[in-house]
DNA sequence: CTCCAGGTTATAC
DNA sequence: GTATAACATGGA
């Protein structure tokens, strides 16, 4: 299941010491209380974002769960629920299997990702030993898997702490605290600044962002358009 | 009934 | 290289 965060026990100030600070990072710090980040299993991190394109995270629950109740095995606790499948068993179903979960255009991708890595030709735990640029051109080469898509994998579950997803509401985010009357900001540009900006441990400095923002979504709300009737 | 969502990809300035 | 549209689906 795609969780957002986990509670903490350690000292936050300690945790974001990793990062560069600044006057916006100091109040996500203060307002997060020192998440963590997670540490998913690589198949199900990945299988996961692949449903999140374009989708809200309510309706990747709900197809998750679709998944997981038809074809996952049956957990003993909670009593009748069901764990996501592995790459093997989602191997075998169909694009139309898929489909009726509510996945849409992502099925064709799913299955495709299940197959490279059911078949070995692409081996998720091998990725942790590499490089994190390589291991995010070996990620890319997946259909329906892009940068973003990419470094979550690389993040929440590889253990690479520099990779930083940048997805609309991390644009929103570096706008306007980093970049606030500036005109010319291209989502291109503000990638090369997150790379480069929050360092080794920046992952952790963008769940911070993330976090923060979507609690406070009105710190970054665009004027609300005007419906004429 | 429209609008839009933890994006990616193909195609056109 | 950068901007736009298409892509399926369903809750708001």
């Known amino acids: 299941m795609i969780r957002e965060y986990l509670a903490l026990d350690e000292d936050p100030e300690a945790i974001a010491a990793h990062f560069p600070r600044d006057a916006f990072l100091d109040d996500a710090v203060r307002f997060c209380g020192g998440i963590r980040v997670l540490r998913q299993d690589p198949w199900e991190c990945l299988a996961g974002f692949i449903l999140s394109s374009t989708k809200q995270i309510l309706h990747i629950r709900q197809i998750w769960r679709k998944v997981s109740d038809l074809w996952g095995p049956e957990l003993s606790l909670p009593v009748g629920h069901h764990a996501f499948p592995g790459p093997s068993v989602l191997a075998k179903r169909t694009e139309k299997e898929l489909r009726g979960c509510g996945m849409g255009f992502r099925a064709p991708n799913l299955l495709a990702a299940a197959q490279a890595v059911d078949s070995g030709r692409l081996r998720l735990q091998a990725l942790r030993e590499m ?28 253990g690479k702490m520099e990779a930083f997803p940048v997805d609309t509401w ?14 010319d900001i291209t989502p291109s540009k503000l990638r090369f600044f997150a790379t480069t900006h929050f360092g080794p441990y920046g992952g952790h400095a963008q769940q911070h962002l993330f976090h923060y923002i979507r609690m406070n979504p009105h710190l970054v709300a665009q004027p609300s358009k005007v419906r004429s009737k």
């Open 170 to 183: 991390i644009l929103k985010v570096l706008k306007h605290a980093y970049f606030r009357g500036h005109r």
């Open 131 to 158: 490089p994190t640029t390589k291991a995010r051109e070996e990620l890319v080469k997946l259909r329906g898997v892009g940068e973003k898509i990419a470094d979550c994998v690389l993040l929440f579950s590889l």
